[in-house]
């Protein structure tokens, strides 16, 4: 099984600045995939992007990124340009689809 | 707007009651989830089902049932609950290879008296 620390509870970021939430993971597992998860108060996950432990590239999708240390076991988030709409709970999750793993939670703030 | 489907958004009801939760997704996933969610705490896995049938289930106590009518709709069964299964219970689905994402209907906010 996976573990999956975050260990930032809280965050403070400026409106139209960059952040990074940290997560780190413990596993055996030759093969493993690593995503990220956005929950504002109204409750969705949202998924937001996704790494693959073989994947040569960091992920990107818009103004997220994944920061992907294969020798660290960290793959952090990168939020670009932070908007007032991003403040929400953000959570790292790894292992397979079928047995994730999720880490404690971000709460993030955007300040205008 | 989600994906996937949850009904109802809220749920209060007594420890006598029996109650359903119902997800349904129209993305042509087979593999389909449950999770409870408490407050400020991460989703944790309840049931797992692929091609309609329970492939995993992580000691749930057996007041939820779990069932998947077919592969657009899986239903939650809650009977007999205490004041401890309070919680968001979540809904997802996902296409049925290894690191597909899992993709989340809104949640039903359950409140037990």
């Known amino acids: 099984a996976q573990k999956i620390t975050q260990t930032q509870p809280g965050m403070f970021v400026q409106e139209k600045e960059a952040v990074t939430l940290d997560c780190t993971y413990d596993?055996?597992?030759?093969?493993?995939?690593l995503f990220w998860y956005k929950q504002p108060s109204s409750g969705e996950m949202i998924f937001l992007i996704y790494q693959g432990s073989y994947d040569q590239q960091n992920a990107t999708e818009g103004r997220y990124s994944l920061n992907f240390q294969k020798a660290r076991k960290s793959a952090n988030l990168v939020i670009s340009a932070s908007q007032l709409g991003d403040s929400a709970m953000y959570f790292c999750a790894g292992g397979s689809n079928y047995k994730l793993t999720f880490g404690k939670g971000t709460l993030l703030t955007v300040n205008p | 707007d989600t994906e996937v489907t949850q009904t109802p958004k809220h749920l209060v009801m007594g420890m006598t009651n029996k109650k359903s939760l119902k997800c349904e997704q129209h993305?042509?996933?087979?593999?389909m989830y449950w999770y409870k969610q408490k407050a400020k705490k991460p989703p944790e896995l309840m049931f797992v089902?692929?091609?309609?049938?329970?492939?995993i289930n992580e000691s749930v106590p057996s007041r939820f049932s779990p069932e998947c009518p077919n592969s657009s709709l899986l239903n939650l069964h809650l009977h007999a609950l205490q004041p401890e299964d309070s919680a968001l219970y979540l809904c997802?689905?996902?296409?049925?290879?290894?690191?597909?994402?899992?993709?989340f209907g809104n949640g039903t906010r359950l409140t037990v008296t």
């Open positions: 089902y692929s091609y309609e049938k329970l492939s």
């Open positions: 596993t055996s597992d030759p093969s493993y995939g």
């Open positions: 993305m042509g996933h087979r593999a």
């Open positions: 997802a689905s996902s296409q049925d290879r290894q690191y597909s994402p899992l993709h």
